[in-house]
């Protein structure tokens, strides 16, 4: 046990006061309101990043910007997995903070680091070797492939900066500081949107690098970012430890963290990959419909970032009540936030029809790929409310000890519903089908995790019931 000095006794503090059951009293909306604030400003900075990089690459034509579309999946794929990660640290850093375990908490901190360049050293590898065959399975022409290449060459060395942070971030919030994490984004967003213009189209003496300075870009404001949450752990928190642990220990620290966050990042890993398969649809309708795919993802992704707030703000509500037994409460917050997305639906649904086509014209001037984001943007975000219905449970069953029934609501969403009613649709109706698929898949996968969650509830009210008397 190392000894405790003043900083590791505020660390230890923060945690077991936050740890109190703050969330089983009160009126739910406004809690769950200031739960999920704070949670807003680090989503909107990750959006934004993907949006600026949209908007820039956009003024390089078509075909860069269907290359990038196409890079998307699998960007996302590497982020679940590595947000996975990051909650299994996350998790059993936090219960040595609870516990006041100093030497835990410092060997467990720097070991999930150690992990994460592990996965980046695999993931790099892995993604090198398989860059052609891989975005040629997910729709990339001859015509595409030169810019995906130009940027995923670049992308695939940089994961390091994008993974170590995204669990460096995780770790902090373990010791109850939520804002940090979200400065650090917003840095990271602000670096680069200057850097993008600057070496997509150069400047002076800088040339233009065209999509090699758009991943450029990406990589050194990732590394501001990395540099960052590397000194806020070890110098401001003190959380690392430089001693060699030696195997044997190394391997147990994995094995705990991966224990908590393989499930996470298995489930979070579907939805993207599902993705790629209705990418992969689209790209059948050509470059343009690729490209006003992407564009469309992106608004609508910006769209739901209050529901993802939300989603991860109700966490520690459901969390807190399902330890005290609240499972009324808990009901009564999950009404709430599904009033709530669906309501934001509606107001969705209202904005991108009026302004839905002038938003997609700021990423591109192709009238073709505007109309495709156009249509994207009017048809689909008639069930928005419904995929955030379906986030909030999904993340709810979670808390409530249900990982297997989370999964399988993903599994239906993303397997069930999105591919084969984006297949039909595009052979009824084209590519206003797939549109009409997404629709139809997320109000049916909405409807679903709403029922399902209140049986579980109401399984979950009896057990308790039954074990009390």
């Known amino acids: 046990m190392f000894p405790k000095g003043p900083e590791e006794s505020s660390i230890v503090a923060t945690r077991t006061s936050s740890s109190s059951a703050t969330l ?5 909306g406004s809690t769950l309101v200031r739960l999920s604030a704070p949670m807003l400003i680090g989503i909107l900075a990750m959006m934004a990043f993907n949006v600026v990089d949209t908007y820039f690459v956009g003024r390089l034509g078509t075909l860069p910007l269907a290359a990038m579309t196409l890079t998307f999946p699998v960007v996302m794929v590497v ?71 130009q940027y995923m060459i670049i992308w695939y060395p940089g994961m390091l900066c994008y993974i170590v942070p995204i669990v460096g971030n995780n770790i902090i919030r373990a010791t109850g500081d939520t804002m940090t994490p979200s400065v650090v984004m917003i840095v990271g967003v602000v670096i680069n949107a200057a850097l993008d213009p600057l070496l997509i189209f150069g400047w ?18 990732r590394a501001v970012t990395l540099a960052v949450a590397l000194w806020v752990l070890s110098v401001r928190e003190r959380l690392l ?12 620290s994995w094995k705990t963290i991966l224990r908590t966050g393989l499930p996470v990042a298995v489930s979070n890993a579907i939805i993207p990959i599902a993705l790629g398969l209705v990418t992969r649809i689209v790209s059948g309708f050509g470059a343009e419909a690729v490209a006003g795919f992407g564009v469309a993802s992106r608004i609508e992704s910006f769209g739901l970032s209050l529901i993802y707030a939300l989603s991860t703000g109700i966490s520690p509500f459901v969390g807190q009540n399902f330890g005290a037994g609240r499972i009324d409460r808990i009901l009564k917050g999950l009404s ?38 156009s249509l994207h943007l009017w048809v689909v975000s008639i069930s928005l409310g419904w995929r955030g219905v379906h986030q909030i449970i999904w993340t709810s069953l979670n808390v409530l000890n249900r990982p297997y029934d989370a999964l399988f609501l993903e599994f239906l ?22 549109f009409g698929g997404l629709t139809a898949a997320n109000v049916l996968a ?18 308790r019931q039954s074990a009390e008397q």
């Not at 089983?24 to 739910?28: D, N, V, Y």
Request: charged share 10%.
């Open 24 to 28: 089983t009293q009160g009126p739910i």
């Open 79 to 149: 982020g679940t997995f590595t947000l996975g990660l990051g909650v299994g640290a996350m998790a059993v850093i936090s219960q040595g903070i609870g516990a006041g375990d100093r030497t835990r908490i410092r060997r467990y901190s720097t070991d999930a680091l150690t992990l994460a360049g592990v996965c980046v050293a695999v993931l790099t590898t892995v993604g090198l070797v398989t860059l052609e065959p891989l975005f040629r399975a997910l729709g990339a022409t001859d015509a595409m492939m030169p810019y995906v290449k």
């Open 204 to 221: 002076g003496p800088v040339p233009a690098l065209g999509m090699t300075g758009a991943a450029v870009a990406t990589v050194l404001a």
């Open 241 to 252: 430890t430089s001693p060699w642990p030696g195997w044997t220990t190394l391997v147990a």
């Open 336 to 373: 709430f936030a599904k009033a709530f997305c669906l309501l934001w639906g509606v107001l969705l649904l209202g904005v991108f029809l009026l302004f839905g086509r002038a938003l997609a014209s700021h990423f591109h001037s192709d009238q073709l790929v505007i109309q495709v984001a």
């Open 413 to 434: 969403l993303a397997f069930g519903l999105w591919i084969p009613l984006s297949y039909l649709g595009a052979h009824v109706a084209g590519i206003g089908g797939v």
């Open 446 to 463: 909405g409807l679903t995790a709403y029922v399902w969650v209140g049986r579980v509830a109401l399984s979950l009210r009896n057990t």
